[in-house]
């Protein structure tokens, strides 16, 4: 059995003695563009943080349900395909600036590639939240907030 990736975070996202660690299963959802070499990523209005769309998985969902819901919330974006889920999950421990607290998430990764840019709109509150960007795959190593999010990168482009 391969062993099980592990990420701390350093700097601001260091874990903070002074915080409660909250445990959390998430998603990562890795969206390729429909024609371009660009992945669609997410940028904090509040921290300037760049990464692929994630959000938590709730109640009795599967990973890619959660996908589904994040992805629509979050982007609004409509028509797309899932490839896949990669079989291996990773661990996480951070500070979450955004809710002020620690966080230890096992994460989960889905990824696939929109069909077209057909999207609703979305929540004034997602609106508030992040930026949509399209980012070229050579620009995003440099591009992504944490190494975890550029280690899913690497699997995906490698899956």
Not at 3 to 22: L, N, Q, W, Y
Not at 128 to 153: G, N, Q, S
């Amino acid at each position: 059995m391969a062993e099980i990736k592990e990420f701390h975070g350093t700097g601001e996202s260091a874990v903070r003695p002074d915080k409660p660690m909250t445990d959390r299963q998430v998603v990562v959802v890795v969206m390729k563009h429909p024609t371009e070499e660009k992945y669609l990523c997410m940028q904090n209005k509040k921290f300037g943080w760049i990464d692929f769309v994630m959000g938590g998985i709730e109640g009795e969902e599967t990973p890619l349900e959660a996908a589904a819901r994040e992805l629509d919330e979050e982007t609004g974006y409509t028509d797309y395909e899932f490839a896949g889920e990669l079989s291996e999950v990773y661990y996480d421990n951070f500070y979450a600036a955004h809710k002020d607290v620690n966080r230890h998430i096992e994460v989960h990764t889905v990824y696939g590639k929109l069909n077209s840019l057909e999207q609703k709109e979305r929540t004034q509150e997602e609106q508030d939240i992040a930026d949509i960007l399209w980012i070229d795959v050579a620009e995003l190593p440099e591009k992504l907030h944490t190494d975890a999010h550029r280690w899913d990168l690497e699997r995906v482009l490698a899956a």
